[in-house]
Structures are given as C-alpha cells and as structure tokens.
T-cell receptor, first 114, second 112 residues
Framework: DAGVTQSPTHLIKTRGQQVTLRCSPK?????VSWYQQALGQGPQFIFQ???????QRGNFPDRFSGHQFPNYSSELNVNALLLGDSALYLC?????????????FGQGTRLTVV | GNSVTQMEGPVTLSEEAFLTINCTYT??????LFWYVQYPGEGLQLLLK?????DKGSNKGFEATYRKETTSFHLEKGSVQVSDSAVYFC???????????FGKGTTLSVSS
C-alpha cells in the first residue's frame, strides 16, 4: 500500500502564476482533504472533496480551487499566486464510513512563490 | 468557533525524561481529539486519538486522556528517546469525516 502520494514534492513559481498540485489517496479511501501549512504553523484546512464534489471549505479565497476525479485522486489549483501562498500543502485521505475519524496524510508539496 | 491551543515550544529534554505537552480545546458538542507527529521533512502521522470523554489514546509509549471537564488532551510519555524529536500537533474534528483543526504545534528536541 503506497499510502497517500503527492506530486510534485517541491515547486518554485513566480508571483501571479498558476499552480496545480496532485494527490492520490490511500488505497480504498474516497475522501480527500487539502491543508496549507505555513512555516512554523499548524495546517489550515482548505477544502474537502467527496464523490467529486467540494463538500466543505475553509477560509480560503476563490483563487484556491480543486477537483476530484472518478478514481478519487484530487488536484489543488491556486491562481494568481501571492508570496504569502508559499507553504507546505498537505493532502489527507479518509474513508467515508459512519464514525470514522482517521485521516492519513501525504508527505506534502513544498510551494515557494518568488 | 472551534480552536486548539498548545503549549509554546520548543521543549528540550534529555533522553529518558518525562514529557508533557499541554493541549486545550474549544468546541461545540463532542469533538474527536488527536495528536499528530511530524518528523523533519515529512508529512503528518497520526500518533493517537480519542473519540469520547475519558477515553485514553495510546501509541508507542505516548498517552493522552480526553478530559471534557477541563477541555484538555495533554500528551505524555514516561521516557522520551532521541528518535521522538519532532513537531507534535494537537487537533480536533467536530464531526466524523470533517475538517481537522490543528494547534500551532510544539517542537520537541531530545538529546542523549
């Protein structure tokens, strides 16, 4: 079992550009959540996808958008990048069953905006 | 709103010392509580969890008890090792399958 895999591991973009990050969930998982972790901070929830729909969203602007594919993998898109978007982006997957609270995290994508 | 507050770090200990990292929370209802660990350059790993009051989560010698009366979930370990050096995050989820809310993290450094 490969666990949650994210790509790329590192990325450098210029202010104003657009970026796409990718996530493959743990085998058997159907729900994907994205988090932003700024340096020295805890992860902040961006949004969650289930059945190819955005089910829950945190306090992030519309520049942050996502997608979930039929195979449950997911993409995070960020438009009009700002210097403040530099962070570690974490993907977490889980299985949608009643009472399940466990999420598994990937290694993250380190995004640097210059 | 829901929130998690952790003790400020860094925490520096000698090997075999006793560890406590304090965590308190604010939430409506009955959240599930978690401790995650992040080793340098890696993502988050679930260390332990508790889903209802008075539950004790435990793993790898770490323990935490869900205390509803004090809204706390303090992490403890009786004897730390150098390999325990990492950043520890307390988190809550107010409903199964929903977003995790994290504290700011506490850096633990253990020396031999």
């Amino acid at each position: 079992d490969a666990g949650v895999t994210q790509s790329p591991t590192h990325l450098i973009k210029t202010r104003g550009q657009q970026v796409t990050l990718r996530c493959s969930p743990k085998s058997g998982h159907d729900t994907v959540s994205w988090y932003q972790q700024a340096l020295g901070q805890g992860p902040q929830f961006i949004f969650q996808y289930y059945e190819e729909e955005e089910r829950q969203r945190g306090n992030f602007p519309d520049r942050f958008s996502g997608h979930q594919f039929p195979n449950y993998s997911s993409e995070l898109n960020v438009n009009a990048l700002l210097l403040g978007d530099s962070a570690l982006y974490l993907c977490a997957s889980s299985l949608e069953v009643p009472g399940n609270t466990e999420a598994f995290f990937g290694q993250g994508t380190r995004l640097t905006v210059v | 709103g829901n929130s998690v507050t952790q003790m400020e770090g860094p925490v520096t200990l000698s090997e075999e010392a006793f560890l406590t990292i304090n965590c308190t929370y604010t939430a409506t209802g009955y959240p599930s509580l978690f401790w995650y660990v992040q080793y340098p350059g890696e993502g988050l790993q679930l260390l332990l969890k508790a889903t209802k009051a008075d539950d004790k989560g435990s793993n790898k010698g770490f323990e935490a008890t869900y205390r509803k009366e004090t809204t706390s979930f303090h992490l403890e370990k009786g004897s730390v090792q150098v390999s325990d050096s990492a950043v520890y995050f307390c988190a809550l989820s107010n409903q199964a399958g929903t977003a995790l809310i994290f504290g700011k993290g506490t850096t633990l450094s253990v020396s031999s």
